[in-house]
Structure formats: C-alpha cells, structure tokens
C-alpha cells in the first residue's frame, strides 16, 4: 500500500527503505500515560531513607511529596528496520504506541553496508545520541555532518526534510534515536538542526553519579538545547551502590529507558529491571533510582509536555488530520510545499545490505 502511493517525483528515493517506522501505520487519537492518579504507595514511601549514597538532580531538597512509580515495563525486542538494520524499539510498537509528546525511540545498532537511506519527514523532531561508532547525516538542503560517540543531532523537520543516515565507522554503530511531537502550530514551520559534540554536552559528577545533560536541567545546570516541545533528556549513570533523585515537572509525561545494567526504579520495593526496558512513570514531582547491583547502571531519563492533540502517523509523516496526512503525501510525491529540493535530490552514501 505504501509503495504504491509513494510513486514520486523525487525518484531517487529508495522506497524499499522509506518508511523507518514501517510497523506504525497510523493512530488517529493519542495515547496520553500516565493517567492522571497518584500511586497507592505514594504517601507510605515519601520518608523512607535509603542507606544508599543518595544524588538530587536538582536542588538539595531529599524527598518529593509526589514520587513517580513504574507503572508501564515494555520490553524493546530486535526488529529489522531500513536497509539491513537492526533496532529495538519501545515506544511506537504494539505496547506502548506513543507517549505524548514522544511518538518513537529506538536503540539501533548497525554495521555497514546496512542504514537508514533516503527518506523523508515531516511534522515532529528527530533526536539522534550517538553511542559507540558514529553516524553520517546528509539532506537535501545541503546539509551534511558526522556525529560520533557522546555527541547528538536534534533535527527539526517541520513542513519536510528528506535525507539519509548512515554508519560512519568499522563495526557495530550504536545509539538511540527519539521522535517527539510537535505541535500544530509548530508542524509546517521551517526545519532546523542543532547539533552538540560530546565536549559541549555538560556534565556533572556527584556521589557515584555521572549525568550528561543533554536537553532540560539536572544539578542545577541546564542544557543550551532548545526544545519547541518542552523535553528533558537527561543520560544517567550510577556506581553500584549509588543513587539518584531527579524532579520532574508535575504535568509532564516521562519515561526510562535502560542502557545496560539494571536498577530498580520508583520505590525501594520494586524489582529490578534491566537494560532495553522502557519504563513508564506515574505522575508526580520526581523519581528515585537505586543501583543494588554489582554493575554499572546506565539509562536515559526523558520527560516532556503533553501536546494533547490528534495524532494521526503514516510513516515518516505525524500530522493532525487525515487530510493532512493525505496533503503530506501529496506534497512529497509531487516534490512541492516543503519537499520542492527532493526533485533531483539523492544522497551520496549509498546502503547495499539486503532489503
């Protein structure tokens, strides 16, 4: 069905590859978690001590008066996306079809001939956090820049953007890549990047807590990233032994996802969970994560603010209504309204893995 309605202008697209998020269809109402509710055990553990070494993210205050609690575990299996690569994916499956404002992430892994070639966007933002390997990015505007371990791309795709991604070292290329909602206003707007080596990315250290704070704020230092839907993406890493406090605005969506390692989450009593699980959070004012294990823990924190409008996905394409999807289509197809340079656009890195 895609195939047949992307029969394009912009015929140097690989439509074999286009859609990267080719098991998401399209929704047409927006699954908003958490629900607005307290945890039942949300009083019994405000006071409660821990005799771990204990780090607040943001100011000394030592216990929130609304702790947020694991309430959603989605474990991300291996799939087959692009040419040829490997991602897991937690939000944008079966489980957990989006999180408002966050529509995807996946962890990828991929070793070259294998990427993600020439494809479109439109209507939200990408965010690439490279890390092992690096990853070459290039669009039809001219755009072209390499990211390596510990640095990032947030792309604003706006009104369109078609471009590729692929491996830019030997061996597996490792990283996460997030897609947030933008809103409606914000939908058609210009594209834009921003992009952050791994030396301009803060970080601070703190009682067997490293933190790399990449959008939002933590130990009261905060990222110059600027997000047209408010976010924080805070990437974690604790000492075994150790643990961490992080507030979180009270009205925001927000999750975990884990890198590797495993901790335990929310309330001392939980289970610990392992590395590629998304973990989503009650609302509340802040989270607290223990590492009892004899490893390291590493996992990203991200919270954002719910949109609360009508989500309806094809694809690459994240609009409001099904005629502006159809209107999406269109555009691209015809190579017009944000698409016009894909015309006689083809990336120079070519993908030769299997299809």
Known sequence: MMMSIMSSCCSSINYSTLFRSSMIKQTTSIACFPPLCCHPKAKRYWFIKSRYKSAMGDDETQ?????????????????????????????????????????MLDEFSVSAPAGFPDHPHRGFETVTYMLEGAFTHQDFAGHKGTIRA?????????????????????????GLQ???????????????????????ISEVKREGVTVRIIAGESFGVQSPVYTQTPTMYL?????????????????????VYIVEGEGVFGEPSAAAVGSHHALVLSPGDGVEVWNRAAKPLRFVLLGGQPLMEPVVQYGPFVMNTQAEIEQAIEDFNCCKNGFDKGKFWASLMKCEGPN
């Open 63 to 103: 216990s929130f008066q609304n702790p947020r609690y694991v309430i959603k575990k989605v474990l991300a299996r291996p799939q087959h996306e692009g040419n040829g690569a490997i991602v897991r994916r937690s939000i944008g499956r079966g489980e957990l079809k989006n999180l408002d404002p966050f529509l």
């Open 235 to 255: 990437d974690f890493t604790l000492s075994p032994g150790s643990q961490v406090q992080q507030r979180i605005p009270e009205s925001w969506s927000a999750f």
């Open 150 to 174: 510990g640095d990032l791309q947030w792309m604003t795709a706006g009104k369109g953007i078609i471009h590729s991604e692929m491996p830019a070292a030997p061996g597996e290329n490792k």
């Open 178 to 200: 997030l897609w947030i909602n933008l809103s409606s206003k914000n939908k058609m707007m210009e594209p834009r990047y921003q992009e952050l080596k791994r030396e301009d």
